[in-house]
């Protein structure tokens, strides 16, 4: 490296170079380095290899007396010295991943205000409409590749924050680093702060977003079609993924935007690459094919239709008409089964609507139509009682069973009530994690459907094939990829998922996966490397320390 990150042309020395976050090694720069770059009286005599500073940040997180702590503390830790950061993460992702992430960040949400030290990203409010194109050009980095984007309407499960919600896309692109590799510079995260419906952050003094009222309709249309035209030419290469958007635009905004901008939604198109990875990967236990299930989701919002349409499309590829995929796919909702004969069906839900006889509640419709997999998506916990839990383990030898809502406290089942019910023979997995349990005397390991199996991987490989379309093919092809990297140990434990230390292994293959689909449909103007797997994996970013260029040169 001769150059910033960044671009720039000039490297910092001395007490500059102790406070660039790219470039700082903190007690591990070495003697010729702090001699060489002014650096001498400034640091310790203290000289540490990276692995030992590794080391002694685990021993400072692991001290800290809440998760809220440590959280600040890794937050506080990439502010100053992001190498030694994401090496910290990437070794320990499985025990700092639940900080960095869900379900930590939703309290940093919560805090956010009150904890806000050093901005990361760019915040955009409806009075900046006009003049978007010159409020990105602020940003330092030129060369943005992914931009993770709210307007935190529906943050997790805990409603809408305003511009509180920004810990999400702030953590959702700190997964793209540690999991795909993606260099910390060509990630944007972006807070559109329209007002907020929360009143309660109205009248706190300390709230950092605008305390008024949400805005809606023509003039939110507007700032959003100004904010992704902008983006997209201000970063053109750049994929954008819209996170948490509320229920009334995700599925909309998605619609608008995807034939015209490199982007997706992965609270949709995420969720049902890695529910439709989850069933690849049961279908190892349960035998059979994807086109034989009959699938019933309760729920039938964001998630539950996402994996729905991904799953219609990815049968439909695997040779069934679309009206026979279609006939496999089940919803209940609020209201009861969605079959033709209902009135008050929203459009995106009448895709589903069989031609069936109505059933109001969960139990009686599974008994219509037993499923080979119930997949709860509704926010409803206990919904999939013990009797329904026996009915389906009576007629499937393995059960599929999902209980996707979050956090914990929402799921539909627990994994223990999930096996209990079933003998031990459900294929379980959740959208929160579950410890292991033990049932009828054997350990069960529940899965976590854990959408940081996907995006990262989807993201690196629409980065590395410089793609300007996000397809819902690249999703199937990266649900079957994690389902590749499920080994015969996880499944014997119940797991259907790969563990998270073999992340970037599963980003890796599907970022592969995704570019060869990019080249095979034409969505880009790049050539296609010879070795693409190479190239791929040469794009991604290691935080290892190498020694600084000026060191050699002036040693020279
Ligand atoms: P949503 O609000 O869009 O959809 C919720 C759906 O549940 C609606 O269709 C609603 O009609 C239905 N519902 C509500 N009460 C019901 C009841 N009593 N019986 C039947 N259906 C009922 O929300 P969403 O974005 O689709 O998220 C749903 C859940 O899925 C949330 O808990 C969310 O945390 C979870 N989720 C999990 C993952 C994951 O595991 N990776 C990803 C995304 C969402």
């Not at 060369?143 to 924050?161: A, C, M, N, W």
């Not at 902008?230 to 998605?254: C, W, Y």
């Not at 054997?442 to 980065?463: C, E, I, K, S, T």
């Amino acid at each position: 490296m001769s150059k910033h990150p960044s671009g720039l042309e000039k490297l910092p020395r001395g007490i500059d170079l102790l406070h660039d976050p790219a470039l700082n090694k903190g007690t591990a720069f070495t003697a010729s380095e702090r001699k060489a770059l002014e650096l001498e009286g400034l640091l310790p005599p203290l000289i540490s290899t990276q692995q030992q500073q590794v080391q002694h940040i685990m021993n400072n997180v692991r001290r800290k007396p809440n998760n809220l702590e440590k959280y600040l503390y890794l937050i506080g830790l990439q502010d100053r010295n992001e190498q030694l950061f994401y090496k910290t993460l990437i070794e320990h992702l499985e025990e700092l991943s639940p900080i960095v992430y869900t379900p930590t960040v939703g309290l940093a949400c919560q805090e956010y205000s009150r904890v806000f030290r050093r901005p990361r990203g760019i915040f955009i409010t409806k009075h900046h409409h006009g003049h978007i194109r010159s409020i990105l050009r602020n940003w330092p980095y030129k060369d943005v590749r992914i931009i993770v984007v709210t307007d935190g309407e529906r943050i997790l499960g805990l409603g809408d924050l305003g511009s509180n919600g920004m810990g999400i896309p702030v953590g959702k692109l700190t997964l793209y680093t540690a999991c795909a590799g993606i260099t910390p510079n060509a990630c944007l995260p972006v807070m559109i702060d329209v007002g907020t419906g929360n009143k309660g952050l109205w009248s706190d003094p300390e709230y950092i977003g605008l305390p008024e009222e949400r805005l809606h309709g023509k003039e939110y249309d507007a700032l959003m079609d100004e904010f992704m035209e902008a983006a997209s030419k201000t970063f053109p290469h750049v994929m954008i993924q819209l996170e948490d958007f509320g229920n009334r635009n995700a599925l909309r905004l998605l619609e608008r935007y995807r034939n015209h901008y490199c982007m997706f939604d992965d609270d949709i198109q995420g969720t049902a690459g890695v529910a439709l990875a989850g069933l690849y990967s049961a279908l190892s236990v349960t035998g059979g094919k994807i086109t034989d299930q009959q699938l019933l989701f309760l729920g039938a919002g964001e998630a539950a239709l996402g994996i729905g349409n991904l799953v219609v499309s990815s049968m439909v590829d695997q040779g069934l008409s679309e009206d026979e995929a279609l006939g496999r796919c089940w919803f209940v909702d609020s209201k009861g089964l969605v079959v033709g004969s209902r009135t008050d069906l929203a459009q995106h839900k009448r895709r589903f609507a069989h031609d069936f006889p109505f059933h109001r509640d969960l139990f009686s419709a599974v008994n219509a139509i037993k499923p080979t997999a119930i997949i709860g998506a509704s926010g409803q916990p206990g919904a999939f009682t013990p009797e329904i839990l026996q009915a389906v383990a009576k007629w499937n030898k393995h059960p599929i069973v999902f209980a996707l809502s979050n956090p914990t406290s929402q799921s539909e089942c627990t994994a223990q009530d999930a096996y209990h019910y079933t003998n031990g023979h459900a294929v379980f997995a959740s959208g929160s994690p579950f410890p292991p349990v033990v049932v009828h005397g054997r350990q069960f390991v529940p899965g976590q459907a854990n959408n940081v199996y996907v995006f990262p991987g989807v993201g690196l490989g629409v980065m590395a094939s410089e793609s300007t379309r996000v397809t819902d093919e690249m999703f199937s092809a990266a649900a079957r990829c994690v389902a590749d990297k499920v080994i015969r140990e996880d499944l014997e434990l119940g797991r259907i998922f790969p563990s998270l230390s073999r992340i970037r292994e599963v980003s890796l293959h599907i970022a592969i996966a995704v570019a060869r689909l990019v080249f095979a449909r034409q969505l880009t103007a790049m050539k296609q490397p010879s070795d693409l797997p190479g190239f791929i994996k040469s794009r991604m970013y290691s935080p290892v320390y190498q020694t600084d260029p000026r060191v050699k040169t002036e040693a020279e």
